[in-house]
């Protein structure tokens, strides 16, 4: 009954999420989580000043403190949920709140959407939207160079903000299914958002971050890598001949081991063979450039047609997991 349950609140709030995304009007917890590791930064660095140690510890104590605290807040909406109505509505909304379909869709959407019809025209609009979902210098990219940058990052936000804490909810579901007390699937979703919250914020290889961030950045990559593979294996479901599944896997390794991070490059990359598009290349963050692998450079570069496979298949690949999850549920209450 745990199991089927706990698969009803996981659906529920991808039903949620894909009706209603990220409304302003709603506190969100990853903002909380955010005021909370700011607070936290600053405590740790007037103690630590710049001794790489004592802010190697602090990380790990701030990385400690928000995961674990995140992660128990979960536990206890679950619990609460076992107990009245208004818990079960709050796990759902809990839930819905560490997806992110609806909010990826409609942040990549506005870009297309600033686009101008006319060649050369004012691109100001479409780099202002950008920059509300890249890290990049966005200031003087061509047309071309933005669509490339909201493939990119639809690919790679697909597995950090969709089907990462979506695979850890199902890990938590199976999990109460041995024992209510366990944490569930808010709570393993919540630690996860936790330390993503740490590595988007923190993990950075500058100043007084490159030993402050480390302890977030690498449980957020640890956290992500296994997503991140099942990804590779089943995108290929929803986008080509499952004959193809084994090449295109293996030319997504390829083409992403290279890069620095264990998962991204591997994200985007299956995405660029899937949706048939060449990703990666030169890219401005302040004053540096950093030269990312270039993904299927057999394929035709980023064009608005691309960046909406994207994101179709990132909403049929959703679907599948939830099928999934849904016909498990359905065996184990056949049992």
């Not at 405590?43 to 400690?64: F, K, N, Y």
């Not at 560490?98 to 297309?112: F, G, P």
């Not at 699937?185 to 919540?190: D, E, F, M, T, V």
């Amino acid at each position: 009954m745990l199991f089927q349950s706990g698969a009803a609140a996981v659906l529920a709030a991808a039903g949620l999420d894909a009706l209603i995304g990220d409304p302003l009007w709603c506190p969100h917890p990853v903002v909380l989580m955010g005021k909370l590791i700011s607070r936290l930064r600053l405590w740790v660095e007037r103690l630590s000043g710049d001794r790489p140690e004592a802010l190697r510890l602090g990380g790990g104590l701030i990385t400690a403190v928000l995961v674990l605290g995140a992660g128990s807040c979960g536990w206890l909406v679950e619990q609460l949920a076992r107990a009245s109505p208004v818990g079960s509505a709050l796990l759902v909304l809990g839930l819905a709140s560490a997806l992110a379909a609806r909010s990826l869709h409609d942040s990549v959407a506005a870009i297309l959407s600033a686009l101008p019809d006319q060649p050369q025209g004012d691109l100001t609009a479409a780099r202002e939207r950008l920059s509300w979902i890249v890290g990049r210098d966005v200031q003087q990219l061509r047309e071309p160079e933005i669509l490339r940058a909201a493939a990119e990052s639809a690919s790679e936000n697909a597995v950090d903000g969709l089907f990462a804490p979506l695979f850890w909810m199902i890990i938590g579901v199976v999990l109460q299914t041995l024992s209510p007390q366990l944490p569930g699937p808010l709570a393993l979703a919540w630690a996860f958002k936790a330390s993503s919250t740490l590595d988007s914020m923190l993990g950075y290889r500058r100043g007084r971050l490159r030993w402050l961030g480390t302890a977030g950045a690498r449980l957020d990559d640890l956290l992500t890598w296994l997503p991140c593979r099942l990804v590779m294996i089943t995108l290929p479901l929803v986008s080509q001949p499952w004959r193809e599944l084994p090449a295109l896997v293996r030319a997504a390794e390829r083409d992403g081991a290279p890069d620095p991070s264990p998962n991204a490059g591997r994200s985007e990359a299956i995405y660029a063979h899937c949706a048939g598009v060449q990703l990666g290349g030169r890219n401005r963050y302040g004053e540096r450039w950093i030269d990312k692998p270039v993904l299927a450079a057999d394929l035709p570069q980023a064009d608005r047609n691309a960046v909406n496979r994207i994101l179709v298949l990132t909403s049929r690949l959703e679907s599948l997991w939830l099928l999934l999850l849904l016909l498990v549920a359905l065996l184990m209450a056949g049992q």
